[in-house]
Nanobody, 124 residues
Framework: VQLQASGGGLVQAGGSLRLSCAAS????????AGWFRQAPGQEREFVSGIRWSGGSTYYADSVKGRFTISSDNAKNMVYLQMASLKPEDTAVYYC??????????????????WGQGTLVTVSS
């Protein structure tokens, strides 16, 4: 499975962005998808997760109510709609997928496949 993340950019605080993750390959082994982010000097952290086939969604407390994850299995896409962005949301955002991860899994090591990352910069 190959993942390609896109949609990052520079936005003012309070603005919105939609990140996209295009998946290709064989998905029979994939159970969950997620978005993580990594700010400079910090560890990669869980942002949001979803079952690969869709359904229940999961969010970090820091983004709950502002971010929305969704999937489109027909297009092999996973999205992260981000609203009310804050400067502390600035980070490189990565999409991830895996068969060992349960939906909403926060552990980085449980995901087998990673996109290359897309930079989100929120100015104050």
């Amino acid at each position: 499975v190959q993942l390609q993340a896109s949609g990052g950019g520079l936005v003012q605080a309070g603005g919105s962005l939609r990140l996209s993750c295009a998946a290709s390959g064989r998905f029979f082994s994939v159970n969950a998808a997620g978005w993580f982010r990594q700010a400079p000097g910090q560890e990669r952290e869980f942002v949001s997760g979803i079952r690969w086939s869709g359904g229940s969604t999961y969010y970090a407390d820091s983004v709950k109510g502002r971010f929305t994850i969704s999937s489109d299995n027909a297009k092999n896409m996973v999205y992260l709609q981000m609203a009310s962005l804050k400067p502390e949301d600035t980070a490189v955002y990565y999409c991830a997928a895996g068969g060992r991860a349960r939906p909403g899994e926060k552990g980085v090591g449980k995901y087998d496949f990673w996109g290359q990352g897309t930079l989100v910069t929120v100015s104050s």
